[in-house]
């Protein structure tokens, strides 16, 4: 694959940016050249912001989370502010909070641009912000930071600066997104129509060796019981989560772990009559439910990447299925549910993990504003999922552009 353009130096940092980058690591691209130039950028000018950014989603997108780290630290002692120009940039200038951190630490507005001429201006902000006054200039904004516990102290810090902004931001609610944890949710949703979140608790080390030691599940919350899935506080993409048969595989589990804080949650036994199971990415844009993508697996923790979608056409048929018929399909059954969810959750973007419950409720995992979708599939192998995701970054860069209320250059 050929070098990127590099865009020219301006005022502000202007980046290649996530989306662009990611193509190429998706694609299996060597991304060697792309981290050569951005050195070499840096040997000649160590201040160079924007090279300092693209280099350190270079490390994360080869799997070098702590040398990455360490590079946006060091950009953001240099500026908070980038650009990444979409298409001619003659569209819409789009503000985005952000904060630093990984590929899930904020929603995807780059690749949600994708296709437009938008100009997209990320302003990062953390727990020593104090002040929104010197932000630059935009026609929509958007609180783009996905919960995390180590966006807790940000997002706290942002309520009352955004309390006080005199102009619109989309998904401007930073208590709502704070209460987006795995447990948040599920007290947000235990009474919701057409929804099943089974109870989510925290437990800590402690209360774990009780209950690998023979105290029973109830002890800790009413309704749980074996199996349990057991995830470690602060993981993603099932990160170190295990389905807990007894208390003795609960010990063999925390004698390989040196997590200090849990989650706790019935499992529930998902599988379609075909066997599988099958787990379904949704993002809700105003209210209204999109497809992303439905994952089929032989394995209870259902991933994309590793369902082996690419490798089965039958998968990819009821893949291809399940998105034509959406609409008229499975948002139409479970309309009652997303409703609630649009109510509950209280923003204007957010997605959700989820899949069908044995009593035909719409069963939920997970709900983030943060939620990685991308339009990078092959079209030769998915070609069914490119015009599913234009539709979704059309309705988000339709979202955007009702919200806009232009601001002159401070």
Known sequence: MPALPEPHPQSDAHLTGLAALARIAFAQGD????????????????????ALVDL???????????????????AMEITRDYTVVHGDGSGPQV??????????ANTPLDFLLE??????????????????????????????????????AVLERLAPLLARYPRP???????????????????????APGLLCPPTIQADRAALERLASGTTPETLHPGLHWPLILRPVGTHAGAGMERVFDAAHLADILADTAAAAFYLTRFIDYRGPHGLYAKAR??????????????????????????GMAASAVKRHA????????????????????????????????????????????????????????????????????????????????????????????
Not at 282 to 296: D, I, S, T
């Open 95 to 104: 503000l985005a909070l952000v904060t630093p951190g990984d590929f899930m």
């Open 31 to 50: 991304l060697r050249p792309e981290a050569a130039r951005r050195i070499a950028r840096l040997e000649a000018d160590p201040q160079d912001a924007a």
């Open 56 to 74: 350190a989603t270079i490390l994360q997108a080869q799997g070098l989370a702590e040398p990455a780290r360490a590079l946006l630290a060091e």
């Open 282 to 307: 949704v993002v809700l844009v105003e209210g209204r439910p999109y497809p992303v993508h439905l994952a089929l697996s032989e394995d209870w923790i259902v991933h994309y990447l590793s369902a």
């Open 169 to 191: 931001v989309l998904n401007g609610a930073p208590a709502r997104i704070a209460r987006l944890t795995r447990d948040g949710v599920a007290a947000l949703l235990a009474d």
């Open 319 to 410: 893949e291809a299925d399940w998105m034509a018929r959406f609409d008229t399909d499975f948002a139409a059954r479970h309309a009652a549910a997303f409703a609630a969810l649009a109510d509950r959750v209280g923003l204007d973007y957010f997605g959700l993990d989820c899949a069908e419950a044995p009593d035909g409720r719409l069963l939920v995992f997970e709900v983030d504003v943060a939620l990685i979708v991308h339009d990078m599939d092959d079209p030769r192998v998915f070609p069914y999922k490119g015009p599913a995701m234009r539709r979704l970054a059309a309705a988000v860069q339709t979202m955007l552009a009702r919200n806009a209320c232009p601001q002159p250059a401070s």
């Open 115 to 152: 296709g437009s001429d938008a100009v997209l201006r990320l302003h990062y902000v953390d727990a020593e912000t104090d002040s929104l006054d010197a932000l630059p200039p935009h026609d929509a904004a958007m609180l783009a930071i996905g919960e995390a516990p180590p966006h807790r």
